[in-house]
């Protein structure tokens, strides 16, 4: 029994040995910023509806080229030289469901999910051209008539994967594109930036002009901390990608060339 329990130990050190050497060489290889970053979009009709289905047809790459210009655009403001840090490309609808999360799972439930999930994604990421892209965001679509709430999206760096829930109608593209960029981003590295109880944002690192006089109301929001502040305890939510802005302590946590 012993030898037993030393044997499923040492094999969990060995497998949480390898998670911790593999996120570290993802990190370094996708925060160098030394070559674009390609993005696997990977659209799910996660209602099943013909209203979701009809929408996921009607997608293509040129409805991410505001995120792509966002992320230039943002990048050269704090000194990178890429000109093009992320593309999107554009995989075929998929049919099956990530694995979803556990509830109220400990440590070692959870990190068991973070492994299917990681195992799922690979079997799941090649894109028409055959490109293994650097990040996987399966985006899981809802018709906004019958969801008009969308639970937690998430951005996972271990594994460079996202699971997105986004609405399957345009006049929710702009906040699509909004959220996308946000799990984008958790997957390089940045942290939320919003009092999870209240969902305002954090100050200073939450507030895309932290140093403003007078701090409120702002225009922006930065891109972690989730909405545009109006007061200590009012936000908006931002309507599409040019309404927010990476802050300071974002791009230092994605690596960009001026936070180091």
Not at 173 to 193: F, I, Q, Y
Request: hydrophobic share 40%; with cysteine; glycine share 8%.
């Amino acid at each position: 029994m012993l030898l037993n329990r030393k044997f499923r130990v040492a094999i969990l050190l060995a497998i949480l040995a390898w998670v911790a050497l593999d996120a570290l060489a993802d990190r370094l290889n996708t925060t160098d910023w030394n070559h674009p970053l390609w993005v696997g979009i990977y659209p799910i009709n996660a209602d099943g509806s013909a209203q979701t289905a009809r929408y996921i047809a009607s997608l293509s790459e040129d409805d991410f080229l505001a995120i792509e210009g966002w992320l230039r655009a943002e990048s050269a403001r704090y000194g990178l030289t890429l000109d093009q840090p992320v593309r999107f490309r554009l995989g075929a609808e998929e049919t099956e469901h990530p694995p979803l999360p556990p509830r109220d799972a400990g440590w070692f439930g959870t990190m068991c999910w973070s492994l299917a999930l990681r195992h799922w994604a690979d079997e799941h990421d090649v894109l028409p051209s055959g490109l293994r892209p650097n990040i996987r965001l399966f985006l899981m679509y809802h018709d906004p008539e019958t969801h008009p709430r969308l639970g937690h999206s998430l951005g996972m760096q271990k594994g460079l994967v996202g699971v997105v829930n986004v609405f399957a109608h345009r006049r929710q593209a702009g906040s699509n594109r909004v959220v996308v960029a946000h799990e984008l981003l958790h997957t390089l590295g940045a942290s939320d930036k919003y009092d999870p109880a209240t969902n305002q944002p954090r100050h200073p690192d939450g507030f895309a002009v932290p140093d403003a006089v007078p701090l409120y109301p702002q225009d922006v929001a930065e891109i972690m901390g989730g909405r545009i502040p109006k007061s200590p305890r009012e936000s908006d939510i931002p309507t599409d990608i040019g309404f927010t802005r990476v802050g300071r302590i974002t791009a230092s946590e994605i690596r960009w060339p001026e936070t180091h």
